[in-house]
């Protein structure tokens, strides 16, 4: 009788726990299908030699200045005065400038003058918006640098911007969440349904053998009255 109603306890747990888990999950793949897509839009920077002295030779007598100023131009436009000023001017959408890595993350090269430049948010407007502002900025310093020191505007650095994307949504972010949503409800309704079987077991040898510890002080009692 006892190992009956522990059995029957113990079944209505694990249909409870595994419930439990496919409510949230459903709730989980809502707030997925309800969210809003993510747009982004990026593109190549590439600083290039002054248009009056474009040759080879000059490029290798220059191609370490211009490297050093692709560094220095991507601190100052991620800067947080630099952020704070293209927010003001209406970027509102979260934006990068990289320098682009010609090996990996431990050993780092950053010795070719190129940069990636992206911005993304949940509004294409936003995106595309952040993005030209971004441009503007990058440009502008590049400029006021190169005047500040002198440098006339024939003999000056530019940047050029190479495979604009335009604001384009990721693709496949909400399949890739819903099968790992899916693979996790799985691991968990099945982890819950073992775990209240075990459970069921040893509590089922607990209470039988307090049941029958209980039936011998009984007899006892009884037989000696």
Do not use: W
């Given at each position: 009788m006892i190992r009956a109603v522990t059995s029957a306890r113990q079944q209505r747990l694990r249909i409870a726990s595994v419930t439990a888990i496919l409510i949230l999950a459903v709730s989980l793949a809502y707030?997925?299908?309800?969210?809003?897509?993510?747009?982004?839009?990026?593109?190549?920077?590439?600083?290039?030699m002054p248009a009056v002295d474009a040759s080879a030779r000059a490029y290798s007598r220059l191609g370490s200045a211009l490297t050093t100023?692709?560094?220095?131009?991507?601190?100052?436009?991620?800067?947080?005065?630099?952020?704070?000023?293209?927010?003001a001017a209406?970027?509102?959408?979260?934006?990068d400038?990289?320098?682009?890595?010609?090996?990996?993350?431990?050993?780092?090269d950053y010795s070719y003058p190129e940069a990636t430049?992206?911005?993304?948010?949940?509004?294409?407007?936003?995106?595309?918006?952040?993005?030209?502002?971004?441009?503007?900025?990058?440009t502008k310093?590049?400029?006021?640098?190169?005047?500040?020191?002198?440098v006339p505007p024939g003999s000056r650095i530019a940047a050029q911007l190479i495979g604009d994307s335009g604001p384009i949504a990721r693709a496949g972010s909400h399949k890739r969440a819903f099968a790992g949503l899916m693979l996790l409800t799985m691991v968990a309704s099945s982890w819950a349904w073992n775990y209240f079987g075990r459970w069921r077991v040893r509590s089922?040898?607990?209470?039988?053998?307090?049941?029958?510890?209980?039936?011998?002080?009984a007899h006892r009692l009884l037989g000696g009255g």
């Open positions: 707030g997925l299908h309800r969210a809003r897509p993510s747009y982004v839009e990026s593109a190549t920077v590439l600083f290039k100023t692709s560094q220095v131009i991507t601190q100052i436009v991620m800067s947080p005065q630099s952020q704070l000023l293209i927010r209406g970027g509102t959408a979260s934006y400038l990289a320098l682009i890595n010609l090996y990996n993350q431990d050993y780092p430049l992206t911005a993304s948010s949940p509004a294409a407007g936003e995106t595309a918006r952040t993005f030209t502002m971004a441009t503007r900025m990058l310093i590049l400029a006021s640098r190169q005047a500040r020191a002198g089922s040898h607990f209470l039988t053998g307090r049941g029958e510890q209980l039936a011998g002080k």
